[in-house]
């Protein structure tokens, strides 16, 4: 009987830490020290910018700003989508600009959140990089002020894209392609990658404000321009949030797209 009320008590913690709510990371943070591979001491990350934003589920790391020698400023892009299980962190790679072959490759790491910082720790194991170590400290990125309108924090799929030229979403380079936006306040991320061919084309990242009308992005990566020089730009977008969908448009009529919000994640929400 003793048994038996131990088993009981001890079952809701179990449930818990089973079932941690992905929302638990949602942020944006910048890494600050960095132990890969066969590194046997911490390396700050001062001659890089390194970001991981999460969000609902989903997640998307981006390092630029590289000043090292022989390195063009944008490095590269990784993302796809995470759960809290059994106190770990397991993300599913979705799109991986070093490495094809990481695509669709599962990692759990051993990971701490608090207001002010995240770290995570384990291995990845790809044909690139086998059983290789991955420790990282990362600290969170603070809004210089409040978010005015929350409507586009989340997660968002785009359905309808176009730019002023031949290209299109769906068609040509870009069939087959999926594209997401990661909105988590301060910061705004997105991705285009072809999840059947396991090709990345790109990625950006800003600061963003959203006032229910106007979008505003100070960029700060972008990938399809690697000297960096268009990091620090401002643009504004006209933008619409109704029923599930966003409609972003700018560049002087020129550029339209249509997303739709992912579903949270239905037992990791």
């Given amino acids: 009987m003793k048994q038996f009320l131990l088993l009981l008590t001890l079952l809701p913690a179990l449930v818990f830490e089973s079932d941690e709510p992905a929302s638990k990371l949602n942020g944006a943070f910048r890494q600050t020290k960095n132990k890969y591979g066969s590194m046997t001491e911490w390396q700050t990350s001062d001659s890089i910018t390194i970001i991981k934003v999460f969000r609902d589920g989903h997640w998307l790391a981006a390092y630029y700003n590289d000043k090292r ?19 770990k962190y397991v993300e599913t790679v979705g799109y991986y600009s070093w490495d094809s072959t990481a695509v669709g490759k599962v990692y759990s790491f051993s990971y701490n959140v608090s207001p002010t910082q995240y770290e995570q720790y384990g291995k990845m194991n790809s044909d690139k990089y086998k059983d290789y170590p ?9 809004a210089k002020e409040p978010l005015k309108n929350n ?4 997660v968002w799929f785009m359905r309808e894209g176009s730019w002023g030229g031949t290209s299109r979403f769906g068609e ?3 069939k087959d392609f999926e594209v997401v936006k990661i909105f988590s306040y301060p910061m ?6 072809n999840p059947k061919t396991r090709k990345f084309d790109g990625a950006g990242g800003a600061m963003y404000q959203f006032d229910g009308k106007t979008l505003t992005e100070t960029n700060e990566f972008w990938s399809w321009q690697t000297d960096g020089s268009r990091r620090g730009n401002i643009e504004t977008f006209r933008a619409t949030v109704k029923d599930g969908q966003f409609v972003q448009q700018g560049w002087d009529g020129k550029l339209r797209e249509v997303w739709a919000k992912a579903p949270s994640p239905a037992t990791n929400k």
């Fill in 69 to 87: 020698k022989g390195r063009t400023s944008f490095d590269g892009a990784c993302g796809g989508t995470y759960a809290l299980k059994d106190g």
């Fill in 172 to 174: 040509g380079t870009y």
């Fill in 134 to 142: 991955i420790n990282e400290v990362c600290e969170r990125i603070t």
């Fill in 151 to 154: 409507a586009l924090e989340g």
């Fill in 188 to 193: 705004v991320v997105y991705a285009y990658y």
